[in-house]
Protein backbone atom coordinates (compact mmCIF):
# COMPACT_ATOMS: atom_id res chain seq x y z
CA UNK A 1 0.00 0.00 0.00
CA UNK A 2 1.55 3.46 -0.87
CA UNK A 3 1.91 5.53 1.60
CA UNK A 4 3.56 9.39 1.26
CA UNK A 5 4.52 11.17 4.84
CA UNK A 6 5.41 14.56 5.48
CA UNK A 7 7.63 16.31 7.58
CA UNK A 8 9.63 19.56 8.06
CA UNK A 9 7.10 21.84 8.72
CA UNK A 10 7.04 24.59 11.72
CA UNK A 11 6.66 28.36 12.29
CA UNK A 12 9.08 30.76 11.05
CA UNK A 13 9.20 34.63 10.46
CA UNK A 14 9.06 35.67 7.60
CA UNK A 15 12.73 36.02 5.12
CA UNK A 16 13.32 32.15 6.78
CA UNK A 17 13.61 28.89 5.17
CA UNK A 18 12.38 25.49 6.06
CA UNK A 19 12.96 22.05 4.10
CA UNK A 20 10.18 19.79 3.75
CA UNK A 21 10.53 16.23 3.37
CA UNK A 22 7.85 13.31 1.87
CA UNK A 23 8.83 10.18 2.77
CA UNK A 24 7.19 7.46 0.18
CA UNK A 25 5.91 3.75 1.38
CA UNK A 26 5.24 0.63 -0.28
CA UNK A 27 6.60 0.53 -3.85
CA UNK A 28 10.32 0.83 -4.79
CA UNK A 29 12.64 0.74 -8.01
CA UNK A 30 10.07 2.82 -9.73
CA UNK A 31 10.29 6.95 -10.24
CA UNK A 32 6.80 8.65 -10.25
CA UNK A 33 6.45 11.81 -10.95
CA UNK A 34 5.78 13.61 -7.66
CA UNK A 35 4.59 17.18 -6.81
CA UNK A 36 4.24 19.49 -4.09
CA UNK A 37 0.93 21.24 -3.58
CA UNK A 38 -0.48 23.79 -0.34
CA UNK A 39 -4.22 24.48 0.90
CA UNK A 40 -4.68 27.45 3.06
CA UNK A 41 -8.00 27.69 5.30
CA UNK A 42 -11.10 28.71 2.82
CA UNK A 43 -8.32 28.40 -0.62
CA UNK A 44 -8.25 25.51 -3.16
CA UNK A 45 -5.15 23.04 -3.10
CA UNK A 46 -2.38 24.70 -5.15
CA UNK A 47 -0.06 23.47 -7.13
CA UNK A 48 3.69 24.25 -5.56
CA UNK A 49 6.10 22.30 -7.63
CA UNK A 50 6.68 18.91 -9.88
CA UNK A 51 9.21 16.77 -10.79
CA UNK A 52 9.91 14.09 -13.27
CA UNK A 53 11.67 11.09 -13.32
CA UNK A 54 14.36 13.25 -15.17
CA UNK A 55 14.96 15.73 -12.44
CA UNK A 56 13.10 18.22 -14.74
CA UNK A 57 10.84 20.40 -12.96
CA UNK A 58 8.33 23.15 -12.88
CA UNK A 59 7.31 25.56 -10.29
CA UNK A 60 4.32 27.92 -9.13
CA UNK A 61 4.86 31.55 -10.69
CA UNK A 62 4.28 32.58 -6.83
CA UNK A 63 7.16 30.29 -5.72
CA UNK A 64 9.75 30.62 -8.58
CA UNK A 65 13.51 31.16 -7.23
CA UNK A 66 12.32 30.93 -3.65
CA UNK A 67 11.36 27.05 -3.62
CA UNK A 68 13.59 24.08 -5.00
CA UNK A 69 12.34 20.61 -5.38
CA UNK A 70 14.13 17.36 -5.46
CA UNK A 71 13.96 14.20 -5.01
CA UNK A 72 16.46 11.26 -3.86
CA UNK A 73 15.65 8.12 -5.24
CA UNK A 74 17.66 6.07 -3.17
CA UNK A 75 15.57 7.10 -0.32
CA UNK A 76 12.16 7.11 -2.07
CA UNK A 77 12.09 10.86 -0.41
CA UNK A 78 10.73 13.83 -2.12
CA UNK A 79 12.14 17.38 -0.46
CA UNK A 80 10.80 20.73 -0.87
CA UNK A 81 13.51 23.72 0.23
CA UNK A 82 11.38 26.62 0.64
CA UNK A 83 14.11 30.01 1.06
CA UNK A 84 12.81 33.89 1.45
CA UNK A 85 9.31 32.23 3.18
CA UNK A 86 6.19 35.36 3.15
CA UNK A 87 3.37 35.33 5.13
CA UNK A 88 1.47 34.13 1.79
CA UNK A 89 3.06 30.85 2.27
CA UNK A 90 1.39 30.17 5.39
CA UNK A 91 -0.78 27.00 4.15
CA UNK A 92 -0.57 23.01 4.85
CA UNK A 93 1.69 21.45 2.14
CA UNK A 94 1.22 18.22 0.55
CA UNK A 95 3.22 15.35 -1.11
CA UNK A 96 1.31 13.82 -4.03
CA UNK A 97 2.65 11.06 -6.48
CA UNK A 98 1.50 10.49 -10.47
CA UNK A 99 0.89 7.27 -11.88
CA UNK A 100 1.37 7.94 -15.35
CA UNK A 101 4.46 9.43 -17.19
CA UNK A 102 2.64 11.82 -19.43
CA UNK A 103 3.01 15.51 -18.36
CA UNK A 104 4.57 17.41 -15.42
CA UNK A 105 1.76 18.95 -14.13
CA UNK A 106 0.59 21.72 -10.86
CA UNK A 107 -3.37 19.65 -11.22
CA UNK A 108 -4.28 18.45 -8.21
CA UNK A 109 -6.73 15.95 -10.17
CA UNK A 110 -3.96 14.65 -12.03
CA UNK A 111 -2.31 13.02 -8.57
CA UNK A 112 -3.22 9.40 -7.26
CA UNK A 113 -1.83 9.27 -3.62
CA UNK A 114 -1.37 12.06 -1.31
CA UNK A 115 0.41 12.38 1.81
CA UNK A 116 -1.50 14.09 5.34
CA UNK A 117 0.34 17.39 5.00
CA UNK A 118 2.80 19.21 7.13
CA UNK A 119 1.50 22.67 8.33
CA UNK A 120 3.94 26.07 7.50
CA UNK A 121 2.95 28.85 9.26
CA UNK A 122 5.31 32.33 8.24
CA UNK A 123 4.30 35.09 10.28
CA UNK A 124 5.99 38.92 10.05
Known amino acids: QVQLVESGGGSVQAGGSLRLSCAAYGYIGSRFYMSWFRQAPGKGREGVASIDNDGATRYADSVKGRFTISRDDAKNTLYLQMNSLKPEDTSMYYC??????????????????WGQGTQVTVSS
Open 96 to 113: ARKDDYVGLTLRPDAYSY
